[in-house]
Every structure is written in structure tokens, then in C-alpha cells.
């Protein structure tokens, strides 16, 4: 299924296809932060339809993830880099239309103890 995505202003737009089974909330210390509930997908199920030159970007730590988010309205959309040795896209799923998240399992994961 192909899924459409944005920040709240609407300048970060993508789309996302795959199968969303559940989300993951992380209680890393930018996550639990954020309060986003994440999907991971492969960079080729991921299309970013806005310019990478109007994305915003945030790394710490080993600075492996890019956490991208819009720089007009704040919003963090998506991120990307290597987990678990595979290069991967996570979607912030709050961001996804038409979704009914509350309808979705929620996995917890403990990204503190990384």
C-alpha cells in the first residue's frame, strides 16, 4: 500500500509503500522527545517528493541517523541512516494521511540501553 506523508505546513511531502503493521515507540532520548511513532523502511519503499535542500537535518551522538524535519514548521518527518547494520528510512507515522494509528499494535523498543 502506498502511503502520503508531510510535516503540518505541508514543505516536507513524501510517500511511503509497504505494509504498515505496527508502530515503535522508542524511549531513546530524542524519541521520547519527540513522541513520534516510528515505521522503518527500506530506502527504495521511501520517496521524498520535496527538494533535500528544504530539509532541516539533526544528528548527535555517532551521529549514524539524520533526523530530518521541516525547518518552517519544526515538524520531524523521517529518518535515515544505518540500524542494526541495514540502511534504513523511519518514518515518523504521525505524519502518515488517512492513517488510524490508534488501530495498529505498538511495539515498545528500548533505545536507551543502545
Known sequence: MKYEGSCHCGLVA???EGELTQVTACNCSI???KGALLWGV???QFRLKTSSEKLATYTFGNQ???HR???KCGVHTFAEGILSGNR???VNANCLEAVELSSL???HFDGRSL
Open 42 to 44: 527500506k530506502p527504495d
Open 105 to 107: 499494535p505498538l511495539r
Open 69 to 71: 524535519f521541516c525547518p
Open 14 to 16: 513524501f510517500e511511503v
Open 88 to 90: 534504513m528510512v523511519v
Open 64 to 66: 549514524r541517523i539524520e
Open 31 to 33: 524519541c521520547s522527545r
